[in-house]
């Protein structure tokens, strides 16, 4: 999915969704942009407040527009808490466990490990990033990829990792499980999924 200047992107959002926008010199210049804002006093509309939600979230996830919709129909559709039903859907995404677990750096990185084949759910291989989990499923590192520089150090990594109480690493083998359904916490969520529903059913 091609995104164009993500450090603009970010500042357009004011949030650092990118890899690239995690930096101080980012923070600084978003808040130097959002001080010159409330200078000129222009105060955002409901709307635009939606919008900016929106893709936020969906850009953190790096999902089109058509996927991320889906994902918030299904939502909507569901009968439990559907903000809580987003962030699982969200969650359960074979690229999101994948960073959520350390396997790699970034979201983006995470797609690509699993587009390119080198992850393996309950013994089989996937290249399909929205491939969709289910509580005890179990991901590993495609034999033919063990060796590979991507896992370089991965297994130390692991060991001091800090993942969601959702998933279960093995450091020694690299295995990494889905152990629980996600946690939805507003805290813990890059936007308001709130807005993002108003924003779809205005």
Known sequence: MKLGPRYKICKRLGS?????????AFTLSAERSMGAKKKRGRA???YSRQLIEKQK???TYGLTEKQFSSYVEKALESHANPQAVLFGLLEKRLDSLAYRAGLAPTRRAARQLASHGHLVVNGTRSTIPSHRLSVGDVITIREGSKESGLFTGLEEKLKEYKTPAWIMIRS????????????YSREDTPADIGAVFEYYTR
């Not at 020694?172 to 946690?183: F, G, I, M, Q």
């Open 44 to 46: 955002g509309s409901d």
């Open 172 to 183: 020694d083998t690299k295995e990494v499980s889905l152990a629980d359904e996600p946690a």
């Open 16 to 24: 650092s969704i990118f890899e690239k926008c995690q930096t101080r």
């Open 57 to 59: 979230l969906r850009l």
